[in-house]
């Protein structure tokens, strides 16, 4: 069996704009001043308590604190309410079926949350395209290898016969340690150049080129 292992904000959806309104919001609650969002990009895949680490070093852990929790406030609520934006990229959904229908097993490894994931999945009609569901709320952040190693061993897939999929150096290095091999997209936060320096052996640039990179 052949195991693709996706990322999923930048790499399946394009979640960006919720990502950085949530991310100003939880900034105002904690009384910090907001970063731009050329910065918070940079950050999205990291699991969120990392990513405020990054976003603001010198901040007070119960500023973190505020700040982690007024972010999960925020997306809960543009989730119940029907803003949340987090369309998949073009041409994601018909690759996924072919994926599968070429005899690919399916898993996600990514810095959400199991609600926020299974919310996302669900939202586009793709839960039970998946045999191995890994987010923050079980692992450690990328690139530590964990969250991978067990969509691994839940998929029953050794690492020479998988692949990870994603957008930033976060899910390269990931995978160069867990010993997967690595394709990067380029059209989520990270740059191709940038992944190639990581390790990825080819970048796409849309869905097809993907589809024909995994064959």
Known sequence: MRLAVFDCDGT?????ASICEAMETAFAAAALPAPS??????IVGLSLPQALRMLAPD????QHAIALQ???DAFYTSRIEGTLEEP???GMAELLDALRADGWLLAVATGKSDRGLASCLASHGLTD???SLQTADRHPSKPNPAMLEAALFEAGVQPA??????????DITMARIAR????????????AAELLAEGAEAVASDCNHLRELLR
């Open 180 to 191: 997967v091999r690595a394709f990067g997209v380029d059209w989520g936060y990270h740059t």
């Open 161 to 170: 016969d998988a692949v990870m999929i994603g957008d930033t150096t976060y």
């Open 12 to 16: 399946l959806v394009d979640g960006q």
């Open 59 to 62: 901040a007070s852990d119960d």
């Open 88 to 90: 998949l990229f073009a």
């Open 129 to 131: 395209h998946f045999v």
């Open 37 to 42: 969002r050329h910065t918070i990009r940079r």
């Open 70 to 72: 007024a972010y999960k």
